[in-house]
């Protein structure tokens, strides 16, 4: 059975699993699918096209699948889905999707802190923690477990790598690799995030190959260089196979 205020809205369209606590002032519209055990704070929208999972909870003025803030935007239809077990603070907005790739999706495990904005098509990992006032704009990638700190932005169709620190206040326009720490003004690499990948269990072998990884790519000679001679000089484990595969991926190129 779900808990449902007598003062929220809910559109005799939108599916409800069981376990669900809706409350005063939240407005969920048509054609919305909830899960279990989601616990909705006063004053929470959810717009048409959300695909929430399981034991998430939204605090007052989260908007979720809103309207894309993209002119290209024509109304077709399109959906964001939101995993299990994230919490979603004050007045955080999550778009859903465009015709550019119909979905945006925040996985679970995560933590959005207080104005958070998800833009359209983006694509939140799993496992991630992103200070307040951070901002995604359309069809960034943020891979599991990065920590995003305050006020960031970050530019349209950037990635950001797995395992990440991101400084409070940055800016950045390219892609940020994984394991790293990325921060100063403008930003750039600052090297290996060890405190994170320690409290992860990456071991100090695996985290020695990752540091000479680096090594090589922020050395002289071109990307591609670098990368042949990471695989002719390491041994390719999955952490230095990662690095490899997203520098090579990268679109933007990767920060400095």
């Known amino acids: 059975m779900n808990n449902i205020s007598p003062l929220a ?8 699993g069981e376990g669900n606590i809706i409350g005063p002032f939240c407005v969920i519209d048509a054609n919305v699918v909830i899960g279990d055990n989601n616990h909705f704070l006063n ?19 989260a908007s ?19 995993g299990n077990n994230n919490s979603i603070r004050e007045n955080v ?12 999706k925040v996985g679970s495990h995560n933590l959005l802190m207080e104005c ?10 799993n496992g991630c923690i992103i200070g307040n006032s951070t901002k995604f704009a359309g069809e960034v990638i943020i891979d599991d477990n990065a920590i995003i700190s305050a006020n960031v932005l970050v530019h349209q169709f950037c990635r950001i790598g797995g395992y990440v620190m991101v400084q409070g206040g940055s800016r950045s326009s390219q892609d940020i690799p994984p394991y790293v720490i990325a921060g100063k003004e403008p930003i750039r690499f600052a090297g290996l995030n060890l405190i994170g ?9 695996t985290i020695d190959l990752i540091h000479e990884a680096y090594r090589i790519i922020y050395g002289t000679g071109t990307r591609a260089e670098a990368i042949e001679e990471i695989k002719q000089k390491l041994t390719v484990t999955p952490e230095v196979q990662y690095v490899i595969d997203f520098v090579e991926a990268s679109q933007r190129g990767i920060i400095k």
């Not at 959300?50 to 939204?58: D, L, T, V, W, Y």
């Not at 958070?116 to 990992?125: I, M, Q």
Request: a positive charge; aromatic letters at 6%.
């Open 9 to 16: 809205v809910v559109h005799p369209d939108a599916k409800l």
């Open 197 to 205: 990948l320690r409290r992860r269990g990456f071991s100090n072998e």
């Open 116 to 125: 958070v904005h998800v833009a359209h098509d983006c694509v939140v990992g």
């Open 93 to 104: 907005t999550i778009s859903r999707g465009t015709a550019s790739k119909g979905t945006t």
């Open 43 to 61: 004053s929470v929208t959810v717009h048409t096209g959300a695909r929430i999972g399981n034991g998430n909870e939204f605090f007052p003025g």
């Open 64 to 82: 979720i699948s809103t309207k894309p803030q993209d002119l290209k935007f024509k109304g077709e239809e399109a959906i964001c889905e939101i």
